[in-house]
């Protein structure tokens, strides 16, 4: 396999274009790893777990280190900012939700707004957490709104 | 910085913009008021304080020096209104003290300026304070709501609200406009032909606000937005008893029927878009 990498500053995104003779096993293995949410190493009770991102409800910030809950109910340690999550990881379906945390878009399964003026995220198994009003802006340009 | 402080900051900030428009205003209206009052005060158009407190203090400058300051200090006081909008929890909480606080400052002004001669006119002004607070409120959070159901509607989520959260800040609007305006106005309106009250409220602002505020309930609530031009014919009576008299039970009909009016036209609309 050939490796070619051409920059242009005029692309907004990375754009990745293969080039293949055929369908082969080679080419949908690479699909495969191209299009697969990357691995993150969480940590818990002195043990290093790979972390399927596609499996983490949300990521947010606790006693100074930055947490994963996943979808199971457990809770993981994350070595990596918040920040650093965010441009690790899909922008589209980790969005910021407030300054302390990202939430994974694609297990949100309601959002409410009360009559406090509060708005509250409901992800997967019912866990629930708050969107700061500052970022609702910045969460509707990432959905395109 | 942490929130707090950074809410702090804007707090002050505001304050200090605040106040020299408070002075500004306040001598604005007593200016304004001069010019048109008839038959003209004592000290002229230019009399910046009321006549009471001009008699009351030995001097004109302590007079005008003492409003100075009671009218920078509104001035702060109301330019601060919007900072509780910039809290992440207790917005409710924090904008109530800080209706609360507008208030006490607002009536201590008033008295120590002497700006009302009689105390129905003080009770009148703060019901117009509170209208605004309840307007800028329902207005935040009629945009907060139409944020929610753009991002859920382009997430795919359940568009459902219970139809009780989607009527109660148009609620909350009707009551203020309806209860609060009325002595708001009359306050202000002339003794002999009450202008105001008599025909600007009943005729023009009562059944636009209703017509108007109706339409996107139409175009939201499948059948429960009936219940809105019932309220709305409901929140007039009270007025209608307390400041005016039996005579002016047409507003109940023209808040209904405008309401009414609003909202089919809402219903319509929408029954359009979906054939579509």
Known sequence: ?145 | MSESGSIRRECLRRAKEGFPWGIALVYLVFVVGNAFSIPKPQGGSLLVVSQAMAEGCKSPVTAALAQFFWSGLLGAALNTAEVPFLLERRTLLWSGVHFLATAAVFSLAGWRCRWFPIWESWLCLLGLLLLLYVLKWSVRFLEWQADIRAIRKSSGLDPAEPPWKTLAPYLLLAAAVELLLPPGLRVVDAGDFPVLTGLFYPFLVLPLFCFFSAFPLGTRLRRRWLFYPAACAALTLPCVFLLYNHTALFQAWAAGIAALAGGTLGAILRKMKKTE
Do not use: C
């Open chain 1, 1 to 145: 396999m050939k490796i070619d990498v051409e920059l242009d500053p005029a692309l907004e995104e990375l754009l990745v274009r293969i080039l293949a003779p055929g369908e082969t096993a080679e080419l949908r293995a690479l699909l495969g790893r191209l299009e697969e949410p990357p691995k993150l190493t969480g940590f818990r009770a002195g043990e290093a777990v790979p972390l399927d991102a596609g499996e983490v409800l949300r990521f947010y910030g606790e006693d100074k280190a930055v947490r994963a809950q996943t979808a199971a109910g457990e809770v993981y340690t994350v070595h990596l900012r918040l920040y650093e999550l965010e441009e690790r990881l899909d922008k589209r379906t980790f969005v910021r939700v407030s300054h302390s945390e990202i939430v994974n878009w694609k297990r949100v399964t309601a959002l409410d707004l009360s009559l406090a003026g509060t708005i509250r995220i409901t992800l997967d198994g019912g866990a629930a957490t708050y969107v700061s009003r500052r970022y609702v802006k910045k969460i509707k340009e990432v959905l395109g709104i």
